[in-house]
């Protein structure tokens, strides 16, 4: 089974959450364009959509699927989005696609997180995938000393403007032992919008596609 197939039975898991007459939030990723085609099938039950990205909103649009303003849908009873890495404590590495701080906003207004994610997303330590850190355009340099001072190694992603209009720093060699304390710590250097670990808010459920099926692995407070 290809590594496509897992991430589509992912996405389509994620269905099952969905209750009738609700808004969600969507991320924003390979897996996720999965999981908004199956949406597509079921948009009479939804109330509508809050959006991680413009990318993301192109789709939904596409699909004729009410987007919604995140400050009009208030708190939000389900998010579903990727991952770059996930660990076995459902935290995360996300921002490869360049929408982490308004997935990191939508997360953090949902009740329920649910990840879809292949099985080669899962590690016993988050780092091997570069970290993204999104970067006010003036504060480029400064922020890349800092980071060079915590071990890592700082590569401006070239050629990427965010939808917030920042640049973003992709942050290699980095082994993440303590995500949460990391996440924290570089959320406190002035000029980082936010960075893309997601361990002070981790995903509350992932949904795992294998070879195998679906597998449900859920956060210890599930």
């Known amino acids: 089974m290809s590594t496509e197939d897992m991430k589509k039975r992912a996405a389509e898991a994620a269905l099952e959450y969905i209750e009738d007459n609700a808004v969600l939030g969507v ?20 109330d509508g959509v809050v959006s991680s990205s413009e990318a993301t909103t192109r789709q939904l649009k596409a699909c004729k699927i009410p987007v919604l303003d995140l400050n009009a849908a208030g708190p939000l009873p389900l998010y579903v989005d ?33 990840c879809i994610a292949d099985e080669t ?11 993204p850190v999104e970067v006010i355009p003036m504060a480029r340099s400064h922020v890349g000393r800092e980071l060079l001072k915590r071990g890592g190694q700082p590569v401006l992603r070239e050629n990427v403007v965010t939808d917030n209009g920042n640049l973003i720093i992709d942050v290699y060699n980095l082994q993440i032992l303590e995500p949460a304390k990391l996440e924290a710590e570089l959320n406190n250097i002035a000029g980082i ?30």
């Open 27 to 46: 991320g924003t990723g390979s897996t996720v364009s999965y999981f908004i085609d199956a949406l597509a099938r079921i948009k009479h039950r939804l």
């Open 82 to 114: 990727g991952a770059d890495e996930v660990n076995r404590q459902l935290q995360l590495i996300k921002g490869g696609g360049g929408a982490l701080t308004r997935e990191k906003i939508i997360a953090a207004a949902s009740e329920l997180f649910v």
């Open 121 to 131: 997303k899962q590690v016993d330590v988050l780092g091997a995938f570069p970290l």
């Open 193 to 222: 919008v936010t960075v893309g670990l997601f361990a002070l808010r981790p995903a509350d459920v992932l949904l795992l596609g294998t070879e195998q099926g679906v597998q449900e692995i859920k956060g210890k407070d599930c």
